[in-house]
């Protein structure tokens, strides 16, 4: 069983910055995809950035390129994601994923990861 834990939420001012990171335990960390997801009140979750294995292959959702990049350190098994110009439109409970897999395309359907972390709340205001 791998165990995901997020942290780094909080309220943020639209223009500003917060860091979100999510440690893994149980499972030996470099052999899982990451991803992280968010869904707000009302709406469905969405995809918002991947990032393989070894961390050679990265995506990230066109409503988040360019302010938001996700990374990974093995060593410390955590994955981050700092996020810039943050807007109230990216308020949501951010969601840290995993599954087992060393493609280098990352993962970027829900569907296809098997660990999910409980969740981090991101408020932006306007």
């Known amino acids: 069983q791998l165990q995901l834990v997020e942290s780094g939420g909080g309220l943020a001012q639209a223009g500003t910055s917060l860091r979100l990171s999510c440690a893994a335990s149980?499972?030996?960390?470099?052999?899982?995809?990451l991803g992280w997801f968010r869904q707000a009140p009302g709406k469905e979750r969405e995809f918002v950035a991947a990032?393989?294995?070894?961390?050679?292959?990265?995506a990230h959702a066109n409503s988040v390129k360019g302010r938001f990049t996700i990374s990974r350190d093995n060593a410390k098994a955590t994955v981050y994601l700092p996020m810039s110009s943050l807007k109230p439109e990216d308020s949501a409970v951010y969601y840290c994923?995993?599954?087992?897999?060393?493609?280098?395309?990352?993962?970027?359907?829900?569907?296809?990861?098997?660990?999910w972390g409980q969740g981090t709340q991101v408020t932006v205001s306007s």
């Open positions: 994923a995993a599954v087992r897999g060393f493609s280098t395309a990352p993962a970027v359907g829900g569907a296809q990861y098997y660990y």
């Open positions: 990032i393989s294995w070894s961390g050679s292959g990265t």
């Open positions: 149980g499972r030996t960390f470099s052999n899982y995809a």
